[in-house]
Nanobody, 124 residues
Framework: QVPLVESGGGLVQVGGSLRLSCAAQ????????MGWFRQAPGKEREFVAAIDRDGYRTYSGDSVKGRFSISRDNAKLTVYLQMNSLKPEDTAVYYC?????????????????WGQGTQVTVSS
């Protein structure tokens, strides 16, 4: 399994911004769809955003619409999550995910590869 490595998490104030990165390791790895999920303690893993292979189509969860933006740089094998107007309820471990087919599911079971996660904490 090709590893995915998240970075960019940390502590941020309410209303602030944070940019997460997810780098795919492996020269031959070419996922069609990449996405972000998040999971708070005691909660189910929640869909955040997904992006297709060429960056033409994106989809985001209702709770982050208008605030979060997903993008990718295939030359760097990296996907990004720009988070703006952060709220305390955004606090969670954020996971990068990938799959090799064209569907863009909103459930964790639809993805083949996962990173270790990066903690995002929004304080008031």
């Amino acid at each position: 399994q090709v590893p995915l490595v998240e970075s960019g998490g940390g502590l941020v104030q309410v209303g602030g911004s944070l940019r997460l990165s997810c780098a795919a390791q492996g020269r031959t790895f070419s996922p069609r769809v990449m996405g972000w999920f998040r999971q708070a303690p005691g909660k189910e893993r929640e869909f955040v955003a997904a992006i297709d292979r060429d960056g033409y189509r994106t989809y985001s969860g209702d709770s982050v619409k208008g605030r979060f933006s997903i993008s990718r740089d295939n030359a760097k094998l990296t996907v990004y999550l720009q988070m703006n107007s952060l709220k305390p309820e955004d606090t969670a471990v954020y996971y990068c995910a990938a799959r090799t087919s064209v569907q863009m599911p909103r459930t964790p079971t639809g993805y083949n590869y996962w990173g270790q996660g990066t903690q995002v904490t929004v304080s008031s």
